[in-house]
C-alpha cells in the first residue's frame, strides 16, 4: 500500500483505528522491500528525516532523541554496573548511539534481523546510525531468539528496540520471549522494551506486562512525550531480576558536563523518576 498521496504520508494501521498521523514529503530518499518489511525514509518539511517500516514510523529527526535515550538510560542508569548490553532490533543504530555515552558499559551486542534497515540507515539516517562505529558495539545480522539461546548468563543489561505488536515482532511480547530474555541476562539484570501508549495499547501493555511477570519479580512502565508516535507518547517496560531494587531511582546520574559532552537532549536523573509517575486510570489497569 502506498503511504504517500498528493505529498503525504499518512500512517493508517489497524493498531490505531480511527486515527493517523500525516507529515508532508519534500523528498523520498529510499523504499525498498527487504525480506521482511517495507522500508521507508523520507524527508518532511517539519520532522526532517523519517523512518518507516511497513507503513509505521519508527522515527522522525525532530524527536527521535526522547525514545532513544529513555529506552537506554532508564534500564542502564538503574543498574549499578551494566558492563555487558545486548540491543535486540535497533537497526537505525539511535540506541546503539546511546549506548556508548554511558561511561560503566565496557561491551554491546548488537543483534538486527534486517540489514537493508541498517544499510539505508548508516546512508540516509548518519545522525543515528553513528552508533555503529562505537569501539563498544558488535554488530550480528540475525535472529535475537536464536542469539539468546546460545548466550545465556551473558548480559547485565538487555534492551529490546522493536517495531510494534503486529507481524514478526509480535513474538517479542510474548510470555517465551521473557523467559529468553532472562536466560540471557546474568544475576540481577535489567530489561527494557517498547512498550506502546497508554492512550490506546493499555490493554497490549497490561497482557505484556503479565507476561514479564510470570518470569521477572520488579516489573515496571514507564512514558516519555515523542510527538510523532501515536497520540504523542510511547511507554517502556522495564524489569529486573532484582525484586529489591527501585527501579524509580537511578543508581547512575550523569553529571551535568557529561549531559553536556553527550549532548543528552532529554533523559536526566529528574526525568528518570519522573517517568514512573502514572495517571490513576493506568495504574488502576497495571498494579
Not at 514529503?25 to 518539511?45: A, P, R, T
Not at 528496540?161 to 517465551?176: M, R
Not at 527494557?192 to 512502565?221: A, E
Request: aromatic share 10%; glycine share 6%; net charge negative.
Amino acid at each position: 500500500m502506498d503511504r504517500i498521496r498528493n505529498g503525504w504520508f499518512s500512517e493508517l494501521s489497524e493498531l490505531w483505528p480511527g486515527q493517523c498521523f500525516s507529515l508532508e514529503v519534500k523528498e523520498v530518499l529510499y523504499k525498498d522491500k527487504s525480506k521482511y518489511q517495507d522500508v521507508l525514509i523520507f524527508e518532511s518539511k517539519n520532522n526532517g528525516r523519517v523512518l518507516a517500516l511497513d507503513g509505521i514510523i519508527q522515527c522522525t529527526q525532530k524527536d527521535e532523541f526522547s525514545y532513544q535515550e529513555m529506552i537506554t538510560f532508564l534500564p542502564l542508569c538503574s543498574h549499578p554496573n551494566p558492563e555487558n548490553v545486548l540491543i535486540v532490533g535497533g537497526g537505525d543504530g539511535g540506541v546503539a548511539r546511546e549506548v556508548d555515552k554511558h561511561p560503566l558499559v565496557k561491551r554491546c551486542v548488537q543483534v538486527e534481523i534486517d540489514d537493508k534497515v541498517v544499510e539505508s540507515s548508516k546512508q540516509y539516517l548518519p545522525f543515528m546510525a553513528k552508533g555503529f562505529t562505537s569501539p563498544k558495539l558488535t554488530l550480528h545480522i540475525g535472529d535475537g531468539f536464536e542469539y539468546m539461546k546460545q548466550h545465556t548468563s551473558e548480559f547485565d543489561v538487555i534492551i529490546t528496540d522493536s517495531s510494534d505488536p503486529i507481524g514478526p515482532a509480535v513474538n517479542l511480547f510474548t510470555e517465551s520471549y521473557y523467559k529468553l530474555l532472562k536466560q540471557a541476562l546474568r544475576p540481577n539484570g535489567i530489561v527494557s522494551s517498547q512498550m506502546g501508549t497508554m492512550w490506546t495499547d493499555l490493554p497490549q501493555i497490561k497482557q505484556t506486562m503479565n507476561n514479564c511477570r510470570k518470569h521477572f519479580p520488579n516489573v515496571r512502565y514507564a512514558t516519555s512525550s515523542v510527538p510523532s508516535y501515536p497520540d504523542g507518547q510511547i511507554g517502556y517496560l522495564v524489569a529486573s531480576l532484582d525484586a529489591s531494587l527501585d527501579l524509580t531511582k537511578p543508581s547512575f546520574k550523569f553529571t551535568q558536563e557529561q549531559i553536556t559532552e553527550h549532548n543528552l537532549r532529554y533523559y536526566n536523573d529528574e526525568i528518570h523518576s519522573a517517568a514512573y509517575v502514572l495517571p490513576n486510570f493506568v495504574k488502576k489497569e497495571l498494579y
